[in-house]
């Protein structure tokens, strides 16, 4: 991946402010963990012991369509409002 250097460049790239003022960070963690499990590269490069522990569950929770504000809801109207 190579790096605009001129604006023009940078106006033509698939960072363009339309995409990026529609982008919110959850789509793009979603991303950029979608581009590293195809690439097969590390995850999380830095940390260490936990591959078979935290790091499913973080990913699980970055795949997943639901929102943090739906988990654990007791409430049925709330929890309905939230399916994916």
Do not use: W
């Not at 995409?19 to 963990?33: I, P, Q």
């Not at 790091?55 to 369509?65: C, G, H, K, Y």
């Not at 639901?66 to 399916?83: L, Y």
């Amino acid at each position: 991946m190579s790096f605009a250097r001129t604006l023009g460049e940078l106006r033509q790239s698939p960072f363009t402010e339309q995409r990026l003022a529609s982008r919110h960070v959850k789509d793009e963690l979603r991303e950029n963990l979608m581009a590293r499990l195809r690439e097969g590269s590390p995850i999380f490069p830095g940390i260490v012991g936990y591959d078979d522990t935290v790091v499913p569950q973080i990913v699980n929770a970055i795949l997943s369509a639901t929102t943090s504000s739906c988990s654990g809801s007791a409430d049925k109207q709330k929890a309905a409002s939230c399916a994916p």
